[in-house]
T-cell receptor
Framework: AQKITQTQPGMFVQEKEAVTLDCTYD???????LFWYKQPSSGEMIFLIY??????QNATEGRYSLNFQKARKSANLVISASQLGDSAMYFC???????????????FGTGTKLQVIP | EAQVTQNPRYLITVTGKKLTVTCSQN?????MSWYRQDPGLGLRQIYY???????DKGDVPEGYKVSRKEKRNFPLILESPSPNQTSLYFC?????????????FGPGTRLTVL
């Protein structure tokens, strides 16, 4: 079974509008971290935002926020006031394993290509 | 400047010719990892290392080897490359392997195996 699922291969959004990129995950660990990365056309991977499984508040970083619904196992990325520079590939990732140091793998979703229209 | 470096950035080679992609980080990170990125498949973890001399398989380790003799370096070795290993490769590091540590990525190595 897929551990990270991103169901939107591609999305369009009008400049200055908000957009939500979906991510659902599957884990039996109690301790895990969820991450979003941006990959512009130049290819580098840029860390955007992190949400811990025990965090009660949704994470926010500037125009990025993470809509974390633990019971539904979803961690959607919300980008407010989209800009042309937001056009990129976006990846959701999960890091399992807690202080006991057990499972150390990292799993990525297949990504969502976002295009911002002027 | 804190960074992860990879070399080479681009490589075209032929089937069966052994190659090594180097990865180095200057942040004193314990955890290092290799990924391959293929269209429609996202990033898939090849190998990871929790510390010096400690490595483990990721989801797609076949055809790859790694070693971690020093904390800062984590080379990826393809002993007999095949065309299905044509891909974009990323090295990444994080302070530890704990779930709250973000990873820092290298610039990527685009490998073509003919």
């Amino acid at each position: 079974a897929q551990k990270i699922t991103q169901t939107q291969p591609g999305m369009f959004v009008q400049e200055k509008e908000a957009v939500t990129l979906d991510c659902t995950y599957d884990t039996s660990d109690q301790s895990y971290g969820l991450f979003w990365y941006k990959q512009p056309s130049s290819g580098e991977m840029i860390f955007l935002i992190y949400q811990g499984s025990y965090d009660e508040q949704n994470a926010t970083e500037g125009r990025y926020s993470l809509n974390f619904q633990k019971a539904r196992k979803s961690a959607n990325l919300v980008i407010s006031a989209s800009q042309l520079g937001d056009s990129a590939m976006y990846f959701c990732a999960m890091r399992e394993g807690g202080i006991s140091g057990g499972y150390q793998k990292v799993t990525f979703g297949t990504g969502t290509k976002l295009q911002v229209i002027p | 400047e804190a960074q992860v470096t990879q070399n080479p950035r681009y490589l075209i080679t032929v089937t069966g010719k052994k190659l090594t992609v180097t990865c180095s980080q200057n942040m004193n990170h314990e955890y290092m990892s290799w990924y391959r990125q293929d269209p429609g498949l996202g990033l898939r973890q090849i190998y990871y290392s929790m510390n010096v001399e400690v490595t483990d398989k990721g989801d797609v380790p076949e055809g790859y080897k790694v070693s971690r003799k020093e904390k800062r370096n984590f080379p990826l070795i393809l002993e007999s490359p095949s065309p299905n290993q044509t891909s974009l490769y990323f090295c990444a590091s994080s302070l530890t392997g704990l779930s709250y540590n973000e990873q820092f990525f290298g610039p990527g190595t685009r490998l073509t195996v003919l």
